[in-house]
């Protein structure tokens, strides 16, 4: 499935607030859920709204390209319904990041270092757990998706919003969620 189909900054379903999942195992959300994983096989990550869809479901992932580059652990794709984030103490560090929905850009954004969430998976159990680091970086990127913030609203110095092409090397190994 082709990358095209997903949403670009300026549609209006990328600054909605996304409803919760009434019904996670209707034909609907299944189907829903099997194009995300579909098109989120070579990214970090994937919102629902980024294809159309105004509810809350993100998937997200340490892509093997991503844990090489930063010689961090594959962590594999996990998708989380209604999901809860919550930030575990204060600290925040700053790195780059990259969207579907934002092309060529990529922006130095600051994140909670530490995270706890929870939600629901496709067979609609519970699940919880806790992450750091860029595990972290990307449940915040995909769930300010579901909120209708982008990650350029979270940039504190525009002159660190950049053409990919111009870290193309040290950057190379990083994916758009
Ligand atoms: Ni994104």
Redesign the pocket.
């Known amino acids: 499935m082709s990358q095209s189909l997903i949403l670009k900054m300026g549609h209006p379903i990328l600054r909605q607030k996304a409803k919760p999942i009434q019904d996670i195992l209707a034909p609907e959300t299944q189907s829903i859920l099997e194009k995300m994983r579909e098109i989120s096989q070579s990214a970090a990550g994937l ?1 629902a709204p ?1 294809i159309g869809e105004s509810v809350r479901i993100i998937i997200f992932q340490v892509h093997p390209v991503t844990a090489q580059n930063k010689g961090i652990d594959v962590v594999p794709p996990q998708i989380l319904i209604n999901p809860v984030i919550k930030p575990l103490g204060r600290e925040q560090y700053d790195d780059w990041e990259a ?3 934002l092309g060529d850009l990529m922006g130095l954004v600051p994140r909670y270092q530490h995270l706890a969430y929870e939600g629901y998976d496709e067979k609609g159990d519970f699940i919880s757990g806790e992450t750091s680091g860029h595990h972290a970086r990307t449940i915040q ?1 995909e769930y300010d ?1 579901l909120d209708g913030i982008l990650y350029i609203d979270r940039i504190k110095d525009l002159k660190n919003l950049i053409y990919r092409d111009q870290y193309e090397n040290w950057l190379a190994g990083t994916l758009a ?1």
């Open positions: 919102a980024q969207c579907l929905s990127h998706h969620t």
